[in-house]
T-cell receptor
Framework: DAGVIQSPRHEVTEMGQEVTLRCKPI?????LFWYRQTMMRGLELLIY????????DSGMPEDRFSAKMPNASFSTLKIQPSEPRDSAVYFC?????????FGSGTRLTVV | DQQVKQNSPSLSVQEGRISILNCDYT??????FLWYKKYPAEGPTFLIS?????DKNEDGRFTVFLNKSAKHLSLHIVPSQPGDSAVYFC?????????????FGQGTRLTINP
């Protein structure tokens, strides 16, 4: 089991550009969560999916953020257009109903 | 609106002594509490948890205490070791639409000094 896999590990982009973060959950896990880590707010839940269906996206900060889960083994978080205040570490986690397994995160820097 | 708060951004403890990390929450619907540990460039990993029906759970050097009336929990590490240096996140769980939804605090950076 390779765990939750996120790509890229690091992303540096210019303000206004589109950014896509990717996540492959653990096989068999039916819940997938996207979190953002900042110094001020710690780990914030952005959105989560159950069986590929978005359940709660109330944590998505703005319409610039969108997330999809086209199948059980892949999810994306897109920011368009990106802004410097989006700079943070973005984590994906999956769960089989009890306990979360996190990926290693994507460190996003928007300049 | 921060439902789970860790008011100490950092803590420094001497090796061998006890480390105490604190966490407060506001939502009485939370029924499970967890601590996660995070090393640099890695994702958070589960450390220890406690159900709301208990007031203490122990696992080796790690003990979590829960005071429901005060809506407060703490993590005790004794004795502290250099490898314990990491960021610790407190999390509270509520069952929402069949999912265990975790709400995390801001994290406390623990540094163990030799």
């Amino acid at each position: 089991d390779a765990g939750v896999i996120q790509s890229p590990r690091h992303e540096v982009t210019e303000m206004g550009q589109e950014v896509t973060l990717r996540c492959k959950p653990i096989s068999g896990h039916d819940y997938l969560f996207w979190y953002r880590q900042t110094m001020m707010r710690g780990l914030e839940l952005l959105i989560y999916f159950n069986n590929n269906v978005p359940i709660d996206d109330s944590g998505m900060p703005e319409d610039r953020f969108s997330a999809k889960m086209p199948n059980a083994s892949f999810s994306t978080l897109k920011i368009q257009p990106s802004e410097p205040r989006d700079s943070a570490v973005y984590f994906c986690a999956s769960s089989g109903g009890y306990g979360y397994t996190f990926g290693s995160g994507t460190r996003l820097t928007v300049v | 609106d921060q439902q789970v708060k860790q008011n100490s951004p950092s803590l420094s403890v001497q090796e061998g002594r006890i480390s105490i990390l604190n966490c407060d929450y506001t939502n009485s619907m939370f029924d499970y509490f967890l601590w996660y540990k995070k090393y640099p460039a890695e994702g958070p990993t589960f450390l220890i948890s406690i159900s709301s029906i208990k007031d203490k759970n122990e696992d080796g050097r790690f003990t979590v205490f829960l005071n429901k009336s005060a809506k407060h929990l703490s993590l005790h590490i004794v004795p502290s070791q250099p490898g314990d240096s990491a960021v610790y996140f407190c999390a509270a769980s509520a069952l929402v639409q069949g999912a265990q939804k975790l709400v995390f605090g801001q994290g406390t950076r623990l540094t163990i000094n030799p």
